[in-house]
């Protein structure tokens, strides 16, 4: 029990230390839940055996094992995200700013393309050119949904959005392992039914007549996962739930348009309000220089209007 405690323990503490939350949740997990029924199968069978196998699957871990894992899982993923793109017609981001597309109203379609205009430094297709052009339209919603995704990575600011990116990239690469989940799944069962032999599943099926005692713990556990991970990869890691996270990721990916543009304008009218402080200020600061100078100046020229006086005065009382 020790040995199975300190590999769980083993495990647990080098996902937590793996990439960011994208990276383990997105790439990893998916590439995880294929090897799930089989790791609990050898917990379950042979976990009094296991002896250094904790130890061994922290060095896996050190070595890169988990790099590898998360890799393999994002390049299936990608692979298999370009096939579906072209069945459904294109990037879901790029679909939203068409002008035939109708998930946003055109009122706030135009604001979002007169926007990312301005960040790409490209004008946005009429309907008419993207109707005439599509791929040449395609190219330009495609550099707007770059630069969007590049200004959206503050993770504090656009959670939302990045909790449906990692849904979106669990699910693609998920997807992209299914038939390998499928496979793992089968292996397992197989195994865990037939590794004593075909006779003896056979006298266990014919002589016990009590159900629990028609395997082992370890046994049911094993198969129990392995059967519920075969259901999860038939029934829900389907293009359809793929399909779903991409056209929701890609909804908010656009209207974060929204909240940059309300960030901008505020930006904008706080420089603005910085710059009509200083410039009042200035003006107040160069008025009271002026107030400060004139008395002095008019002070300096009766002065010398009175010393004047007083030398004419002298000039025509003095004898000659």
């Known amino acids: 029990m020790s040995e199975t405690k300190g590999m769980t323990a083993a495990i647990a503490d080098a996902l937590s230390k793996f990439g960011d939350r994208y990276d383990r949740n997105a790439r990893l997990a998916p590439a995880l839940l294929v090897l799930l029924p089989a790791v609990v199968a050898i917990i379950a069978l042979y976990g009094?055996?296991?002896?250094?196998?904790?130890?061994i699957v922290t060095?896996?871990?050190?070595?890169?094992?988990?790099s590898l894992l998360a890799d393999f899982a994002r390049s299936r993923g990608k692979s298999r995200e370009k096939a579906m793109w072209a069945k459904w017609g294109g990037p879901p981001s790029n679909q939203m700013l068409r002008h035939s597309d109708t998930t946003f109203d055109e009122v706030s379609k135009a604001r979002y393309h007169a926007m990312l205009a301005k960040k790409i430094g490209k004008k946005f297709p009429?309907?008419?050119e993207e109707a005439k052009n599509p791929a040449a339209a395609d190219g330009v919603y495609a550099s707007a949904g770059n630069w969007l995704r590049e200004a959206t990575r503050d993770e504090k600011k656009y959670r939302l959005l990045l909790n449906d990116n990692i849904a979106y990239g669990f699910r693609r690469n998920g997807h992209a392992l299914r038939r390998l989940g499928i496979l793992v799944c089968v292996c397992v069962i197989s195994w865990t039914l037939l590794r004593h032999g075909l006779s003896p599943l056979f006298d266990r099926l014919h002589k016990t007549a009590d159900a629990e005692a028609l395997f082992s713990g370890g046994e049911w556990i094993s198969l129990g996962i392995a059967v519920i991970m075969l259901f999860a990869w038939i029934g829900f890691f389907t293009e359809e739930t793929v399909r779903s996270a991409a056209f929701s990721y890609a909804h908010k990916l656009v209207v974060a348009c929204e909240s940059l543009f309300s960030a901008q304008t505020a930006k904008a009218s706080t420089k603005e309000k910085a710059d009509s402080t200083s410039k009042s200020t200035n003006a107040g600061a160069s008025a009271r220089k002026t107030s400060s100078e004139a008395p002095g100046e008019d002070g300096a020229s009766q002065g010398v209007k009175g010393r004047r006086s007083t030398r004419s005065a002298r000039s025509q009382t003095d004898p000659q």
Do not use: H, M, N, P
């Open 48 to 55: 009094k055996s296991l002896g250094v196998l904790g130890t």
């Open 59 to 66: 060095t896996i871990g050190v070595c890169g094992g988990w």
């Open 126 to 128: 009429t309907a008419a």
